[in-house]
């Protein structure tokens, strides 16, 4: 009986069907020259005792140990007595070192290296023979080759060579690692060094060390049995050098791999933010920083961060509507290392686009109604109308605006209505946009498409308003005219514009459109503009209960044309400040201040600009307050009024000042 104790590597049996019956016939693989990786023995059998001729069979074996019994190997032409089997192998031993060589045969082994005999045990014997020798393998690459001999009767074979790991043989230090590299890896901000597996087999592992650029001290950073290790340097925005040296089971330690540069990098706060009011969101953009793998986007009043993302731009989708929001930006590496925070930038998000936008026909006039959700949509100051007999509805144009009325629903929602008289069985197509204090738009409505009905009525347009003067004043322009004399009159629209002058002529023509709506008593107005010194023109159209209008419909109107005072600071306000400042009159007559809350502050001063002395006064004493409001009740009326609040830091130290201005109407002076 052959009996095999071992799994063995052996070549593949051909397998050919048989001519008749239909059954398989198996047939051995022609002897091949076997091409077996290091340490892997390859094996020959030979069917004599002289290992001469050519071997029946050549493969591969990973370890020598064969029980062959009393018959011929498996699946090899060879018979049971007067075989022979030969195994060689090379491979690189390191460093090298004290080893065992352990033999043990029936009948006869012989153990080389290099050529070199070690262990003999040649002869025919009736049961197993056995030897160890002790010895010493040079560093490098050496050949084993195993002879094995059965002459008569049973045989087996096998043969072992194992480092001897005591501590007290072994004195033989493994090889400095070899093909070592090391780079950033930027996702999580490690020093990455790899290298090349050594060859020793007693190898124990190795150790990582690292060193500051400039200093010769090397510090153990990690043990590993694999060839790459990770390492997360000490600070960033520095160099470091690392090195691997290798260790046995001894206890022996190898001197050190070629060192390898890491420079680290230390993230500094984002350049370049930009934001802008869109009506999906406040949109942020940043330049990309070296070493980043996400930004942490922060809105002030937000207490941390509303969101982090790895890109360079974020955009707010939970941003309140007609609400400046201010933000800041910071760059994180991947060790979670957070910079500073960028410039502050402002936005203001749009109010939303009027929902459930009708129209209706009533005979020769059209009802537009719609929608807004004050909770949701934003603080709407009025509504642009847009009309045209064409699609699509141009919003570049000017507006077509109408008195409009509005209703609370049930719901908390507010219904606007509009009425529009028009020329009789026209088609109109209608969108409706909503707008700020400060005149932002929103997204267009869905278009919306009437005909009108025919109908009789009066035609006739008011006379055009006279008399209109313009002077400019500290809290803005005022407007006063002649009052028409018209029984039907409904109203006045004040209209305002730019005045655009010919670069070669001088010629000079007013662009404008509808600024505001007033009672038909109202000889009087107020625009309460920012006196910075622009130019604007004005007129000011009558129209009737039925919707006639002195200037719509003959195009013509008295214009006043006037330089607004220009009480601009002559100190400039920084562009750049952690401080948001929001300035706005109150009904009583005084300046309510309001800003967001620094980081790191201890408290804020408020300042007020004065023209007599040309700087800013404090208004709250050298003490800073701790609040982040302050109403200045002294602020006199008739005038403009311009405002810092800077932040007081731990170390006495202020912050660049945030800036903003309100105008106080004098009481009684907005007709």
Not at 78 to 107: H, I, M, Y
Not at 149 to 154: C, F, K
Not at 359 to 371: F, M, N
Request: hydrophobic share 35%; with cysteine; glycine share 8%.
């Amino acid at each position: 009986m052959q009996i095999h104790t071992r799994l063995r590597l052996v070549s593949a049996l051909t397998v050919t069907l048989a001519a008749s019956g239909g059954t398989l016939a198996l047939g051995a693989a022609p002897a091949a020259a076997a091409d077996c990786a290091s340490p892997v023995f390859k094996r020959q059998y030979f069917a004599n005792t002289t290992f001469s001729g050519t071997p029946k069979r050549t493969d591969c074996d990973s370890a020598i140990a064969e029980n062959y019994g009393t018959g011929a190997p498996a699946g090899v032409a060879l018979p049971k007595d007067n075989f022979s089997v030969r195994w060689t192998a090379t491979r690189d031993f390191g460093s090298g070192g004290p080893f065992t060589f352990a033999a043990e045969a029936q009948d006869g082994i012989r153990v080389y290296l290099d050529g070199v005999r070690k262990i003999d045990l040649w002869k025919n014997v009736s049961s197993t023979q056995k030897k160890s020798v002790a010895l010493t393998v040079p560093a490098g690459k050496h050949t084993l080759r195993v002879d094995h001999v059965a002459w008569t009767g049973a045989a087996n074979v096998k043969f072992t060579y194992t480092p001897r790991t005591s501590a007290t043989v072994d004195k033989v230090k493994p090889l400095a690692p070899t093909g070592v590299s090391a780079r950033l890896d930027n996702a999580t901000a490690q020093a990455v060094v790899s290298w090349a597996a050594n060859k020793e087999m007693d190898l124990a592992g190795y150790r990582l060390y690292r060193r500051d650029e400039g200093s010769s001290t090397w510090l153990n950073v990690g043990y590993t049995t694999g060839t790459t290790y990770s390492n997360l340097p000490t600070g960033p925005g520095r160099t470091y050098y690392y090195e691997v040296r290798a260790y046995d089971k001894a206890g022996n330690v190898s001197t050190g791999s070629a060192d390898q540069r890491v420079a680290t990098v230390a993230v500094t706060a984002p350049t370049g933010v930009t934001v802008q009011g869109l009506d999906e969101g406040n949109k942020l953009a940043w330049n990309p920083v070296p070493g980043a793998v996400r930004y942490n986007v922060t809105r002030c009043g937000k207490n941390g961060a509303i969101d982090s993302t790895s890109g360079t731009g974020y955009t707010d989708t939970t941003a309140p509507r007609s609400l400046a929001c201010s933000y800041l930006v910071q760059a994180v590496d991947g060790a979670g290392r957070a910079s500073g925070y960028s410039a502050v930038v402002k936005a203001t998000r749009p109010v939303a686009a009027p929902h459930d936008l009708t129209a209706t026909p009533d005979a020769d006039r059209v009802v537009l109604k719609w929608t807004v959700d004050p909770d949701k949509d934003g603080k709407y100051y009025d509504f642009n109308v847009y009309r045209s007999l064409s699609l699509p509805v141009m919003t570049s144009t000017e507006p077509s605006r109408c008195d409009t009325t509005y209703t609370r629903l049930a719901d908390g929602r507010y219904q606007y209505t509009c009425t529009q008289t028009m020329a009789p069985n026209t088609t109109y197509h209608y969108v409706v946009k909503g707008y700020d204090s400060s005149s932002r738009e929103s997204v267009a409505s869905p278009t919306v498409t009437v005909t009108t009905l025919a109908s009789d009525r009066d035609t006739t347009p008011p006379a055009a308003v006279t008399g209109l003067t313009a002077e400019a004043t500290e809290y803005g322009i005022v407007l006063d005219w002649n009052a028409n004399t018209e029984p039907d009159l409904k109203r006045y629209t004040v209209y305002r514009g730019e005045v655009l002058r010919d670069e070669e002529d001088g010629t000079a023509v007013c662009s404008g459109s509808e600024w505001d709506y007033l009672s038909p008593a109202t000889t009087h107005y107020v625009d309460a503009t920012l006196p910075d010194g622009d130019e604007h023109c004005y007129w000011i159209d009558a129209v009737d209960t039925s919707y006639n209008s002195s200037y719509k419909w003959t195009r013509t109107a008295q214009v006043a044309v006037v330089t607004e005072l220009d009480l601009t600071p002559t100190v400039a306000t920084p562009e750049e400040s952690p401080v948001s400042l929001e300035a706005s009159a109150t009904d009583a007559g005084a300046v309510e201040l309001s800003w967001n809350v620094v980081h790191d502050a201890i408290g804020y001063r408020v300042l007020r600009w004065d023209r007599d002395t040309g700087r800013y006064v404090s208004l709250t004493g050298d003490a800073p307050v701790t609040e982040t409001s302050h109403t200045d009740t002294t602020a006199p009326s008739g005038t403009t009024h311009y405002y810092w609040v800077t932040a007081v830091l731990a170390d006495g130290t202020e912050t660049a000042p945030g800036g903003d201005w309100a105008i106080l109407v004098p009481p009684g002076s907005d007709g």
